[in-house]
């Protein structure tokens, strides 16, 4: 590996997600801006410097201490290093940080990789970021055709969810905001019911005037990722339901095959994969015996969670800027 990796990355699911690659020597993985900063002053006047609100009226005046400070790392100045924002770093990257990181590491390279849709995020400047970055990403296709960014499907680390806290077994799982989707997943919520599935929804982002009142649907209760595993650990069946105008691989789906269970999606993108198998994916859009579908074996292919890794994130990045990969 010709580079060193700093990786401005995420909590939760993102922790998870990227757990295999946390044990490289030569990548630094920081979960928020606030990763190794132990000092309760230092940590204030970071936040002070990144909020939304406020941060421009007094970043001028913090950042030649908060920039140096926000994620420590062990290499030198002169040495090629990556700097990887996902882009729920945001806070981060809108800011003069980027041209900060050019002018004191002559070598570096910065990519931001787009684990979200664009349009579910009201501060991003896409073009914007296609100038001030070497490189942008994103999971999902309709984006990169529609932005001129470069493709990387999400990946995923398997994690031990045997010793994680038991839940009562249901048979479909869904959890997620609602954002542009609501109507979709009650419209599935009431399939399940009808056949006699038992189910356990939590939808974040519901108003009030919208929620529909259910024992089994939780509203605007969030839960922490590995809970959402231990749900997922005691489910047969996850359910996934994209995004208006989505079309990239979802966590539900990596949850479905890292942990061997059945999935109901109604992204038709994943009919042309190999991973592919109505005995236990099911689009939406068809007609099944469920009671009988959800009992079928699960057997997906064991090389898929290799696959799946990001350690091939960084095989990719070390290619493209050492000159040995072509992006397409």
């Known amino acids: 590996m010709r580079y060193k990796y700093i990786i401005s990355g995420g909590s939760g699911y993102y922790s998870v997600a990227y757990d ?10 920081h979960s928020s801006y606030l990763s190794g900063i132990d000092s309760w002053w230092e940590r204030v006047i970071i936040r002070l410097a990144f909020n939304l609100r406020i941060g421009k009226y ?12 926000i994620f420590p790392h062990m290499f030198g100045s002169d040495e090629e290093i990556v700097f990887l924002f996902f882009e729920c770093q945001f806070a981060v990257f809108n800011t003069d ?4 990181l050019r002018n004191s590491y002559p070598k570096v390279k910065l990519v931001l990789y787009m684990q979200d849709i664009v349009a579910s995020l009201p501060y991003y400047d896409i073009e914007g970021y296609k100038k001030r970055f070497d490189l ?47 109507s979709p997943i009650l419209e599935i919520y009431h399939k399940c019911k009808k056949n006699g599935l038992k189910v356990l929804f939590y939808v ?13 649907i939780l509203y605007n209760t969030p839960i922490s990722y590995i809970e959402n595993l ?29 942990y061997n269970k059945h999935l109901i999606t109604n ?20 007609d099944i015996d469920i009671l009988q579908w959800i009992n079928e074996e699960v057997n997906y292919p064991e090389d898929v969670c290799d696959t799946k890794s990001p350690t091939h994130l960084i095989e990719l990045l070390d290619g493209v800027f050492s000159g040995t990969v072509q992006l397409k």
């Not at 295999?20 to 993985?29: A, F, K, L």
């Not at 529609?146 to 990387?152: H, Q, R, T």
């Not at 038709?268 to 190999?274: A, D, E, L």
């Open 267 to 286: 992204n038709p993108v994943i009919q042309n994969t190999r991973f592919y198998n109505p005995q236990y994916i099911h689009l939406i859009s068809k």
């Open 136 to 182: 942008v990403l994103s999971y999902d296709q309709h984006d990169c055709e529609k932005y001129g960014l470069y493709y990387f499907p999400t990946p995923y680390s398997r994690i031990d969810i045997s010793s994680l806290p038991k839940k009562e077994p249901v048979d479909i799982f869904f959890c997620g905001s609602a954002k542009n989707r609501l």
């Open 230 to 258: 231990a749900y997922v650990a005691n489910s047969k069946c996850i359910l996934e339901v994209m995004q208006a105008n989505a079309d990239g691989f979802t966590p539900r789906l990596w949850e479905a095959i890292f």
């Open 58 to 69: 007094v970043r001028w005046v913090l950042k030649p201490i908060v920039f140096p400070k």
């Open 97 to 100: 940080y980027l041209e900060y």
């Open 20 to 29: 295999s690659i946390r044990r490289i020597p030569d990548v630094c993985y």
């Open 204 to 216: 974040n982002g519901v108003p009030e005037e919208q929620q529909e009142a259910q024992d089994d």
